[in-house]
């Protein structure tokens, strides 16, 4: 499975963004997909994820909608209200068993895209 993400971009606070995830998986469906970041100097972190339902991080829980789209292949995260603490390089991942919270137990990863919110 071949993830890429686009999307990213320099925002002022309170301003949106939407990042998508295009995949390369036959059976895109079945497969868990999560939207991490990794902001400078901090480890990688949830933010979302897409299984049969969709569970977020209590930081972006209100501002972020992610979604699918199962007939094109592609995720997305649309990120409203932004704040500087949400500057970081946003990646898609994949796995294809349930969703898990944890970034290690995904198999399949995007390039990253990188969000800057000015404030």
């Known amino acids: 499975v071949q993830l890429q993400a686009s999307g990213g971009g320099l925002v002022q606070a309170g301003g949106s963004l939407r990042l998508s995830c295009a995949a390369s998986?036959?059976?895109?469906?079945?497969?868990?997909m999560g939207w991490f970041r990794q902001a400078p100097g901090k480890e990688r972190e949830f933010v979302a994820l897409?299984?049969?339902?969709?569970y977020y991080a209590d930081s972006v829980k209100g501002r972020f909608t992610a979604s699918r789209d199962n007939a094109k292949n592609t995720v997305t995260l649309q990120m409203n209200s932004l704040k500087p603490e949400d500057t970081a390089v946003y990646y898609c991942?994949?796995?294809?068993?349930?969703?898990?919270?944890?970034?290690?137990?995904?198999?399949?990863w995007g390039q990253g895209t990188q969000v800057t919110v000015s404030s």
């Open positions: 897409l299984a049969w339902n969709t």
């Open positions: 998986a036959l059976d895109f469906s079945i497969y868990t």
């Open positions: 991942a994949a796995r294809n068993r349930g969703p898990i919270y944890s970034d290690s137990s995904y198999t399949y």
